[in-house]
């Protein structure tokens, strides 16, 4: 069975700084991965996705992740954290068995603070 | 592009009072949509997953004679949260996907916050 583990339920940094949210994985066949954002009250704004090509996905507002399948991870950085990017942010792997629809594992989220 | 759009974004109303929620993707057409539920401070929870013209299905726990979901065109899905108690009180997300690959991403309402007084 797929999981999703995200290292850290909250992370703080500086505005300006670099911003690293931890994501692993637990599949036993090639994932489909994504990082999804969701801001308060609102539903999830997809970030990136990994779906087997390039292992350096760039995605928006200046985010991106490496998928590392020696490391099982996928986490997602930022050179510089702005304060617009404090929000809630959640990886999830797209479940593969045959006959599946293809649902999503999310992981537990992780709050990102920005301090100014 | 991929606009969900979700109403209501909020429902305030009393116990037993049923509720149907609505889930329309905007500029495609979803095969698969997904409802989800979120406490607070917690991530989503999967409710059930519905196609178009087939009935939902349902994960374990989830009552679907509680839980209606109608998948009755391409653009649009309920659900109908029937004889609303207090504890059925959360948010709820809606998601459509484009295509039948699990390749492709959800793409995400902004969610209804009900409230059951």
């Known amino acids: 069975a797929q999981s999703v583990t995200q290292l850290g339920s909250h992370v703080s940094v500086s505005e300006g700084a670099l911003v690293l949210l931890r994501c692993n994985y637990s599949?036993?066949?090639?994932?489909?991965l994504f990082w999804y954002v969701q801001y308060p009250n609102q539903g999830l704004q997809l970030l990136l996705k990994?779906?087997?090509?390039?292992?350096l996905v760039k995605g928006i507002n200046g985010f991106e992740a490496e998928f590392k399948k020696s490391e099982t991870s996928f986490h997602l950085t930022k050179p510089s954290a702005h304060m617009s990017d404090a929000a809630e942010y959640f990886c999830?792997?797209?479940?593969?068995?045959?006959?599946?629809?293809?649902?999503?594992?999310f992981g537990q989220g992780t709050t990102l603070q920005v301090k100014p | 592009g991929a606009v969900v759009s979700q109403h209501p974004s909020w429902v305030i109303c009393k116990s037993g009072t049923s509720v149907k929620i609505e889930c329309r993707s905007l500029?495609?057409?979803?095969?698969?949509m997904f409802w989800y539920r979120q406490f607070p401070k917690q991530s989503l929870m999967l409710m059930a997953t519905?196609?178009?013209?087939?009935?939902?299905?349902?994960e374990q726990g989830v009552e679907k004679d509680k839980f209606l979901i109608n998948h009755a065109s391409l653009t649009l899905s309920t659900l109908t949260v029937t004889s609303a108690h207090p504890e059925d009180s959360s948010f709820y997300i809606c998601?459509?996907?484009?295509?039948?690959?699990?390749?492709?991403?959800?793409?995400f309402g902004d969610g209804t916050r009900l409230s059951i007084l």
């Open positions: 998601s459509a996907r484009q295509g039948a690959s699990s390749n492709q991403p959800q793409h």
């Open positions: 599949s036993s066949v090639p994932p489909y």
């Open positions: 990994y779906t087997s090509a390039a292992t």
């Open positions: 999830a792997v797209s479940e593969l068995r045959s006959g599946n629809t293809g649902k999503l594992i």
């Open positions: 500029d495609f057409q979803a095969t698969t």
């Open positions: 519905s196609n178009e013209g087939s009935k939902a299905t349902y």
